[in-house]
Nanobody
Framework: QVQLVESGGGSVQAGGSLRLSCVASGYTYSRGCMGWFRQVPGKEREGVAVIYVGDGSTYYADSVKGRFTISQDNAKNTVYLQMNSLKPEDTAMYYC???????????????????????????WGQGTQVIVSS
């Protein structure tokens, strides 16, 4: 059974930093993908960053490129999202997600073309709130 547990959210002023963590228990797909999504009330869940477990290749949404960094520690079964230069518009509930099964490296090419779609990620954490004040 796969369980994703996020931590690290909180309140910060604009320009500050936070690091989110996601511990993935039972996730053994070495050719799967893990990612971070965010959602504000009334809006669609947005794919922010994705990492391919196999080789650490990454994808970022344009809105966070250059400010956020996704990384993984396979020994700890943990994925991180380092968020720097935070803006008020980054305020959201942040969710950790993982694909159900091995999807292969080509999945990252699809994400680059189409963006990270929540429908393609089958495992989800409970979310952690990030609030950025101006």
């Amino acid at each position: 059974q796969v369980q994703l547990v996020e931590s690290g959210g909180g309140s910060v002023q604009a320009g500050g930093s936070l690091r989110l963590s996601c511990v993935a228990s039972g996730y053994t797909y070495s050719r799967g993908c893990m990612g971070w999504f965010r959602q504000v009330p009334g809006k669609e869940r947005e794919g922010v960053a994705v990492i391919y477990v196999g080789d650490g290749s990454t994808y970022y949404a344009d809105s966070v490129k250059g400010r956020f960094t996704i990384s993984q520690d396979n020994a700890k079964n943990t994925v991180y999202l380092q968020m720097n230069s935070l803006k008020p518009e980054d305020t959201a509930m942040y969710y950790c997600a993982a694909t159900k099964g091995d999807v292969g490296k080509s999945f990252m090419s699809l994400i680059e073309q189409l963006g990270a779609n929540r429908a393609t990620f089958g495992y989800w954490g409970q979310g952690t709130q990030v609030i950025v004040s101006s």
